[in-house]
T-cell receptor, first 116, second 113 residues
């Protein structure tokens, strides 16, 4: 399978715990995005990387959230001191910039977080 | 200016009918307008996309109509099938540089047999 893969698919945690999600993009894609989707809503942009550089972060990304893409390949999204309001589906997507197709995002199946 | 407004919120269509979902945007810098299909428990999948240099794009049973002056675009699903039952999201963004994709709130489509 050469699509975007995310792990874990589901995570249940208690309030105050830290969680980390991993995303492996399509191998030749140089852009990687994190979005958050709550029930009944469209995906909301959180942050994106071009290669290993994090180029934009949404105001939704509080200081409890941190994302990395250390070698320009996979990425991790960590949420520290989780709150119930963090419960959502965290979606990763990738695209190929420089070909006029930067906007063609391919999404993974998401990591669903439930904070008790 | 970053909003994309989508309607209707939900839609029920009989098998064989035409499903129509509408979206409107505000930011004239957007030049890429995709539609995504999402099944429960899955990530959104790119269905079809259009750029503003054309007014219509057709792929199989799916057609996007684009009205640049009105800043509106719509998805038409011809001969709707029960397997089309899903949530559809319109989005707007940029094909170059960085314009993050901004998504509509989604339309839940149910195609009755």
């Amino acid at each position: 399978d050469t699509g975007v893969s995310q792990d874990p698919r589901h995570k249940i945690t208690k309030r105050g715990q830290n969680v980390t999600f991993r995303c492996d993009p399509i191998s030749e894609h140089n852009r990687l995005y994190w979005y958050r989707q709550t029930l009944g809503q469209g995906p909301e942009f959180l942050t994106y990387f071009q290669n290993e550089a994090q180029l934009e972060k949404s105001r939704l990304l509080s200081d409890r959230f941190s994302a990395e893409r250390p070698k320009g390949s996979f990425s991790t999204l960590e949420i520290q001191r989780t709150e119930q309001g963090d419960s959502a589906m965290y979606l990763c997507a990738s695209s190929l910039a420089g070909t006029g197709k930067a906007g063609e995002l391919f999404f993974g199946e998401g990591s669903r977080l439930t904070v008790l | 200016q970053q909003q994309v407004k989508q309607s209707p919120q939900s839609l029920i269509v009989q098998k064989g009918g035409i499903s129509i979902i509408n979206c409107a945007y505000e930011n004239t810098a957007f030049d890429y307008f995709p539609w995504y299909q999402q099944f429960p428990g899955k990530g959104p999948a790119l269905l079809i996309a259009i750029r503003p240099d054309v007014s219509e794009k057709k792929e199989g049973r799916f057609t996007i109509s684009f009205n640049k002056s009105a800043k509106q675009f719509s998805l038409h699903i011809m001969d709707s099938q029960p397997g089309d039952s899903a949530t559809y999201f319109c989005a707007a963004g940029g094909s170059t540089g960085f314009q993050k994709l901004v998504f509509g709130t989604g339309t839940r489509l149910l195609v009755s047999p």
